[in-house]
């Protein structure tokens, strides 16, 4: 596949060389299901033990954030319908991550791929119905188009039903999708219960990210180990990764895990030497400094820098100040918290307050010994890990970032002096994809 660029959005789309894609392609304006079934999509199901044996097998983890293994959800889900139960399958693609794109590109440019992967999880799991949930008006758009495709060829194997909210960060917790779907607000409820235990409706629900399902008809076709021949032991297959840096376009890759960071720079050409860190898997992984040179893109080895793959946003630190980088992010979580929490409501609060101070030079020492408390004792206290991103901000800057905290306190902070980074929504491609 060549590497592409998406007409208006300005997004480059392209796998990592020697990279064969199994997600990306270039499709123009989009894969009718003509083309996927040509391609060899909506391949009948057969036996439920071999195909579900097959994922667990390929160790496929889920690419929302958590990196769950799939096939533990699945075998839950179809366990409580083996007892009799009904079980739905729900589709979340609430893509409320700003530095993001992956699932909206999926659903925009491969709808059918993602509803072949909730056709398969929902044959294994015995649902008979499913939803495909999102806050994109244009991926509603695919999506609906490609359900009408599916019902006039007769291919409605499931009831699939489209649900759309207004675009929120914590629209995209998976009890939010639930509580959505049922009709109250997108906001996360208390757990226990998991959807798993009861979801829609009440009933045993598997909720997964829409890159996570769109890995499924690969799985089905191949084989386990086929899906293994890319990635690592430990992190296998291929991931997308969407890839923002200041004054360059964002671009999404499909990279196998194990990539060397230093092979993203270059395939977005970006210099090792300009780079002073990257805020990585999204707002919630926090900031990595410049040790994520010598990294590698795989679960294991981004957790060792203490931080996450999570959605597989990548946001690479050049020009901008580490200080001002964190206090936005924590100013978004702030504005974006579901406000049903108090710990939350307040903690995330406190920690903007406190980041804005040391950005702005208005910052004391016994500021950042309460930010380093709060960023410890605040976490696992909210609904969903709004609170806990906002911690890991914290945390991350103060431990990564201590001769630029020293700066800012002490007043002189150079990249500052030049120009103050500010964004309500830091390394944001919203401007350049919702064309």
Known sequence: ????????????????????????????????????RAAGGYRALGSVDTVLAQIRHSGLLGRGGAAFPIAVKLGGVREAGLRG???????????????????????????????????LAAGIVGARRAYVYVSDPRSARRIDAALTELDAAGLGEIAIELVTVAPAYVAGEETAAVRAINGGPAKPSDKPPRPFEQGVDGLPTLVSNVETLAHLPFVHRYGGAAFRE???????????????SGGRPPALYELPHGTRFADVLAL??????????????GYFGGMVDRAVLTATLDHESIRALGSGLGCGAISLLTGECPVAVAAAVLNYFDRENAGQCGSCFNGTAAMAAAT???????ATAADIERLQRWSVVLRGRGACGTLDGAANAAATLLARF?????????GRCSTCACGVYLADRPFDVEAVTHA
Request: aromatic content about 2%; proline content about 7%.
């Open 1 to 36: 596949m060549q590497e592409t660029v998406e007409p208006v959005t300005g997004l480059t789309v392209a796998p990592a060389p020697g990279c064969v894609p199994r997600l990306l392609r270039a499709d123009g304006d989009g894969e009718d299901l003509a083309a996927y």
């Open 85 to 119: 139960n009904e079980t739905v399958v729900v589709a979340n693609g609430e893509e409320g991550e700003p530095a993001s794109v992956k699932d909206k590109w999926l659903m925009r440019h491969r709808p059918h791929l993602v509803l072949d992967g909730v056709r």
């Open 230 to 244: 890319a990635g690592t032991a430990q992190s296998p297959g291929t991931f997308l990764a969407t890839v923002t």
């Open 268 to 281: 977005h050409g970006v210099a090792p030497e300009d780079v002073r860190g990257a805020l990585l898997g």
């Open 356 to 362: 804005t101070a040391l950005r702005d030079g208005l």
């Open 402 to 410: 201590s001769a630029e905290v020293t700066a800012h306190l002490e």
